[in-house]
């Protein structure tokens, strides 16, 4: 069972492989069509901005590889933003894997921006209940619900915090930075996904 | 929503944990590593480390100590000192650091804020603020790793706040330089004042004695977070009963 974190050129990268690690996971970090293809689990780590994430992949020509992944595939924060169709943030085309867009908190409603800190996340099935907890989160846009939301949180509006798409999950927070709740959820990808 | 942070500082000197007093005659207080996991085992939201060395003597951290803290602990943590270039910045956070924070280099260059967070994103991107009054007047120094280098800028602090937004900074740390480990509370009307023209996180230090500075400057000021060295380093207070006296005065916090 091997994890293929896509080298997307973020800068948490070993923050990500470290925290699958600790999950008894074998790990590579890489650009390799055939080594992300065959792996039994994908995650697409997000740091830096939609743009940054989406030029990345665009050189490594892994666009359409990772539209075509049919395992399990998880995308954080960035990560998330660019399984959409859109990114407000420097308006980038995203993968279009997921539909709809990526907006901007607005901080006229009260709220800092960008969010930064620990917020509580809450899942709506009962499946997902014992997952509700504090995550970290550092970012200025994000998902609106929809029907693909799994969890949610609060910053001036509700907003996804988890989202999946057939096989494609997507987290706003950054588990790899959220003490035991991002283990447990890890745990969860890994082993109920 | 987003819960109010709790931050342990941590001055680093020589590869050491070191706390001074109103910035001078620091003392050793353990090793990096052990107090990193400590305090993150004890509820820590996230934690700062700042290279009182490196700012003072021109050199960038020593990377060593940050990948080992990347190593053992799985909150954020941010680091500060001697990071004066896009090199430097990159070099801290590919070692495993989420965010790093500047202060005399933003002075000298503002525009380096502006570089920092279009390459690694606003929230990569905290500028720290040392400030002392002069003459009732709130001012920004620089340099103040260190007794001796430490000195006062034109710079009036609010002007910089305004600045420092606009250039794209994700963060600011407002510290104010007279409580520095005097014990006595955050300075509340230097918060009060700065957070009304400050639609970013912001973050008070200095001058965290007891659980009650805390609950006062989350009652009285919007800040998001409190950073603080003494109270945690001398075992007079862990962060979780500080969280627990929190939680009792109805902030929201994550315990």
Not at chain 2, 104 to 123: C, M, R, V, W, Y
Request: aromatic share 8%; proline share 2%; charged share 20%.
């Amino acid at each position: 069972m091997t994890v293929a974190i896509i080298d997307c050129g973020g800068a948490n990268l070993r923050s990500v492989q470290k925290a699958v690690e600790i999950q008894d996971m074998k790990v590579v970090i890489t650009k390799d069509k055939n080594t992300i293809s065959n792996a039994s689990f994908v995650i697409l780590p997000g740091v830096g901005s939609a743009k940054s994430v989406m030029n990345n992949l665009q050189d490594s020509n892994l666009i359409e590889t990772i539209k075509e992944l049919t395992m399990p595939v998880l995308g954080i924060c960035i990560g998330m933003h660019v399984l959409f169709d859109y990114s407000a943030e420097h308006n980038t085309e995203c993968l279009g894997i997921v539909s709809g867009n990526i907006k901007k908190f607005d901080s006229k409603y009260t709220v800092k921006v960008p969010q930064m800190g620990w917020n509580k996340v809450t899942f709506d099935q009962e499946k997902f209940k014992a997952l509700d907890n504090y995550y970290y989160f550092a970012n200025s846009y994000y998902s609106q619900i929809s029907d693909l939301t799994l969890g949610s949180a609060e910053h001036s509006e509700s907003f996804a915090a988890v989202i999946q798409k057939d096989n494609f999950l997507g987290c706003q927070f950054h588990p790899e930075k959220s003490s035991f709740a991002g283990k447990k959820f890890l745990y969860h990808f890994f082993n109920a996904s | 929503m987003i819960t109010k942070r709790i931050i342990p500082c941590l001055d680093v000197k020589e590869g050491k944990v070191v706390k001074g007093v109103q910035f001078k005659n620091h003392k050793i207080v353990g090793s990096i590593i052990d107090l990193a996991q400590k305090y993150s085992n004890d509820g820590a939201d996230e934690l700062v480390f700042y290279d009182i060395s490196a700012s003072t003597e021109g050199s960038i951290v020593d990377k060593e100590w940050v990948s080992k803290i990347a190593e053992v602990i799985n909150i954020p943590f941010c680091v500060a000192g001697g990071i004066k270039s896009i090199e430097d910045a990159r070099q801290i956070l590919n070692l495993g650091a989420d965010k790093i924070s500047i202060n005399t280099p933003a002075l000298n260059d503002p525009q380096l804020i502006q570089i920092l967070s279009n390459e690694f994103g606003s929230q990569c991107v905290v500028i720290g603020m040392d400030i002392k009054l002069i003459d009732g007047q709130a001012y920004l120094f620089a340099k103040t790793g260190s007794e001796k280098t430490a000195f006062a800028t034109n710079i009036k602090a609010d002007d910089w706040m305004i600045k420092v937004q606009e250039l794209g900074a994700g963060e600011v740390v407002i510290n104010a330089m007279g409580q520095d480990g005097v014990k006595n509370g955050y300075d509340i009307e230097l918060l009060k004042s700065l957070g009304s023209i400050c639609s970013i996180p912001m973050i008070a230090s200095g001058g965290a004695g007891e659980p009650q500075h805390f609950i006062d400057v989350f009652k009285q000021t919007n800040v998001d977070g409190a950073l603080a060295a003494t109270i945690f380093h001398r075992n007079e207070y862990s962060i979780n009963q500080v969280k627990k006296e929190l939680q009792a005065n109805n902030i929201n916090i994550r315990i």
